[in-house]
């Protein structure tokens, strides 16, 4: 495997753009050009040796480019998936600054730093550091791996699967069975092969038929928790709210598990890049916030279980405990908080449905927009989730296509997002537009769009869909007696029914129907559906729990 690239500009100040980075050139080819053109011829030699450029760094000045966002534009066509960094001299990094910061909210490239003064300059390197490990997650073959999964080609279950392990933050790569890789795996299964194989360092080769298998594999299973002994608080859900939860009341001395029927973060953790999160300022994908919140929950003694669906909640009654049913056993909690968040609404196109991981996706599908490379995919949905899965695809993508029923985006999406889309070549948006029928040989190759001011229906090209169609709420497992509104979302405070309220008074904000059973995040009827919002949620909810468990309560 070649040794991807760091392609450094520098007119001005050559020697201390490259000194910056000599820390880099053991594991990386640190080029150095004097101009955008050099760069080009750089880039060119290093694609055309079959490597890559993990980054651009530049000074904020180049001699024969207007500005150096006109170099990053023409170094991007070249390299989509390259991280775009200015590093200004610091005798120009005020006064270049207040011009080219406003790029970074466009995505024009990722970083504005102050060029190192010297060795050991920690707070550039974090920065640098960073954004490589950023590159490093869209790499289809990582030179790290954690696992290896043994498939003959790239079918549902094995998508799935390292989706799954992308959004735990766990490298992974396919080995055909005849690689030496594949051989590895096999030699350590007993029996005739069954494909997908699935090998986590320490743990034993399995057999992937879902990802429920994999998880329960790699982080174990309810059944390992001592059923004579009752938790504090139960968590249902691993995305943001739940996290947060975990982390408060964990820390604050409460006995901790979370339950998550998938990968921890939820939807927020299909995000490839969040720019608008409190402390981000360079931004945080998805994945990385939430392994720092679950490893953060770990410190202080949480406990996760993934892969666990909860099929029932039987509320305790006289002080008795509650209980959540898996399939894999039972979990006895004093308080119970409901942080299960929402899933993509259906499309609810048959033809399509069917096509579901081959070719169409629920969500940004992290390994899956890895596949789309030199490829036309539409995106539908106008939401912010849609539009960071169209920034992401674009890396890959030839073209990319956002699909809306409103005239615009302007209502429903952030600015950035929609500031970063008009600025992306690759993405373009159709808006009054909806998807009505699609299909294909084994895989989707086409889709029917119809404008729906018209009628008028349209047959195009397609390789790959991306359904981010908005919240709906999964709680078929929650029972009776906690209240829900016609939707499908828990009633908590004031939104309660008032035949539920007591003594005139409704219950605490996040408190539901049911005594001592709380809930957080976006399952939450009235939540804004924000990641910053559910995790606020997530930590305020603990106080509550708090109350409900004091002595003086019982």
């Known amino acids: 495997m070649s040794t991807p690239a760091i392609v450094l500009i520098g007119a001005e100040h ?83 600054g207040p011009v080219l910061r406003s790029g970074m909210s466009t995505g024009k490239y990722d970083a504005y730093l102050l060029m190192p003064r010297g060795i ?25 791996v954690a696992v290896k999964i043994v498939a003959p080609g790239r079918d549902p279950v094995t998508l799935a699967v390292r989706d799954f392990l992308d959004r735990m933050g766990m490298p992974s790569r396919v080995y055909p069975p005849d690689s030496e890789g594949g051989r590895f795996v096999l030699d350590l299964w007993e029996g005739e092969p069954v494909y997908p194989l699935v090998y986590a360092v320490n743990r034993p080769v399995v057999h992937a038929t879902s990802v429920r298998d994999v998880a329960i ?119 119970v908080v409901i942080a299960t968040g929402v899933a993509y609404r259906k499309l609810r196109v048959e033809p399509l449905e069917q096509l579901v991981g081959t070719g169409v996706y629920y969500g940004a599908a992290m390994t ?25 695809l674009a890396r890959f993508a030839r073209s990319v296509t956002v699909l809306v029923r409103r005239p615009g985006l302007a209502e429903t999406m952030s600015s950035y997002l929609v500031g970063e889309i008009e600025y992306n070549p690759r993405i373009s948006v159709r808006t009054c537009t909806a998807v009505v029928d699609g299909g294909g040989d084994g895989r989707l190759e086409w889709l029917s769009l119809e404008d729906v001011r018209t009628g008028e229906r349209e047959r195009v090209s ?21 209240a829900r509104d016609p939707r499908g979302f828990v009633l908590t405070g004031r939104d309660v029914p008032k035949q539920h309220w007591h003594d005139g008074l409704p219950p605490a904000e996040l408190a539901t129907t049911v005594p001592g059973v709380f809930c957080a995040g976006d399952v939450r009827a009235g939540s804004m559906k924000r990641v910053a919002s559910a995790s606020g949620e997530g930590a305020s909810v603990v106080p509550l729990v708090h109350a409900f468990l004091a002595p003086d309560q019982d």
Request: proline residues 5%.
């Open 120 to 144: 050991r300059d920690e707070e550039f390197h974090n920065a640098i550091t960073d954004l490589l490990s950023d590159w490093g997650s869209t790499v289809p073959d990582p030179e790290v």
């Open 462 to 482: 397609a390789y790959g869909l991306f359904l981010l169609l908005g919240a709906e709420p999964h709680c078929d497992w929650i029972p009776p007696q906690v």
């Open 368 to 392: 899956a927009a890895r596949e789309m490379e030199g490829q036309d995919v539409f995106v539908v949905g106008g939401g912010n989730s849609a539009g960071q899965a169209a920034v992401h």
């Open 217 to 335: 594999t790699i982080y174990g299973a309810p059944t390992e928790i001592d059923l004579d002994h009752v938790v504090d608080v139960a968590v249902v859900g691993g995305g943001p709210a739940g996290l947060a939860t975990a982390v408060y009341a964990a820390s604050e001395g409460l006995s901790t598990v979370i339950l998550e029927a998938e990968a921890i973060g939820g939807q927020a953790g299909t995000s490839s890049m969040i720019r608008n999160y409190l402390g981000f300022p360079r931004g945080i994908s998805g994945m990385r916030l939430a392994q720092r919140a679950r490893n953060q929950a770990l410190r202080f003694g949480a406990r996760f279980y993934t892969g666990q669906v909860v099929d029932e909640l039987r509320p305790g009654r006289d002080g008795d405990p509650h209980v959540l049913c898996t399939e894999s056993g039972e979990v006895r909690a004093r308080s």
């Open 14 to 96: 050559p020697d201390e753009l490259r000194a910056g980075f000599a820390r880099y050139e053991q594991e990386y080819d640190v080029r150095l050009a004097r101009t955008c053109r050099e760069a080009l011829e750089a880039t060119h030699d290093v694609v055309a040796g079959g490597g890559t450029v993990a980054m651009f760094a530049s000074e904020s000045r180049v001699p024969d480019a207007e500005t150096v966002l006109h170099a990053f534009h023409k170094l991007r066509e070249k390299v989509p998936t390259a991280r775009r960094v200015v590093a200004a001299h610091w005798d120009r990094f005020m006064t270049d």
